[in-house]
């Protein structure tokens, strides 16, 4: 609805919860989440509706690796409302300096995070893997690594670092399309994105 200019989704927040959520309604505290869920349009955008009321006894799923984010980046990002990774504040921030090396099997990053808003508060830092479309089905981008930083004041900035296994990406063959029975890092351009 184009009428609401916010949402606060806060779940099952226990006994100090209802504290909490006054303190960020009245501008206390700077909310600093981010969505771990994707908000689609409809409940039948989700591709798991069509067969989740098919038995009392499980729910089947049929995405393989398009998962959650997964299914909506590679194959409706027009059906998201909201999309994983998202949420805001009460502040804004940019990142730059970027910097990435690979040693070994690792990607190191380095950003810089900066407060531009006139309220302090938290980032989270994304990092995600966009991998070749190669024999192996592959989703456009996966979540690699995260880090939230301090509380920063209006202005203030904080250099954050982040690394991850490239190993870890890699996609299992289970057809024996390059290599039966083994995880596969396929050739090609790899692009990570923060």
């Known amino acids: 609805n184009p009428r609401i200019d916010a949402a606060l989704l806060a779940w099952?927040?226990?006994?100090?919860?209802?504290?909490?959520?006054?303190?960020?309604?009245?501008?206390?505290?700077?909310?600093?989440?981010?969505?771990?869920?994707?908000c689609a349009k409809a409940f039948e955008?989700?591709?798991?509706?069509?067969?989740?009321?098919?038995?009392?006894?499980?729910?089947?799923?049929?995405?393989?690796?398009?998962?959650?984010?997964?299914?909506?980046?590679?194959?409706?990002?027009?059906?998201?409302?909201?999309?994983f990774g998202f949420g805001l504040g009460y502040t804004t921030?940019?990142?730059?300096?970027?910097?990435?090396?690979?040693?070994?099997?690792?990607?190191?990053?380095?950003?810089?995070?900066?407060n531009t808003g006139s309220h302090p508060g938290k980032e989270v830092i994304q990092a995600y893997l966009t991998a070749p479309q190669g024999k192996l089905g592959k989703a456009k981008k996966v979540l690699c690594a995260f880090q939230k930083t301090m509380e920063l004041a209006p202005g203030q900035s904080q250099d954050v670092k982040l690394s991850f296994d490239i190993r870890e990406f890699g996609s299992f063959d289970d057809l024996g399309?390059?290599?039966?029975?083994?995880?596969i890092l396929e050739q090609g351009t790899y692009t990570v994105s923060v």
Do not use: W
Request: with cysteine; hydrophobic share 35%.
């Open 177 to 183: 399309k390059v290599k039966e029975s083994a995880f």
């Open 45 to 83: 955008d989700y591709p798991s509706s069509e067969l989740f009321h098919e038995c009392d006894d499980y729910a089947r799923y049929t995405e393989d690796i398009y998962v959650g984010y997964r299914y909506f980046e590679t194959f409706r990002p027009e059906a998201v409302v909201y999309p």
């Open 12 to 38: 099952q927040a226990g006994m100090e919860g209802g504290l909490a959520i006054a303190d960020i309604l009245c501008g206390d505290v700077n909310p600093s989440g981010k969505l771990v869920d994707t």
């Open 93 to 114: 921030f940019s990142i730059s300096n970027q910097a990435a090396s690979l040693d070994k099997n690792t990607v190191h990053l380095a950003v810089r995070v900066k």
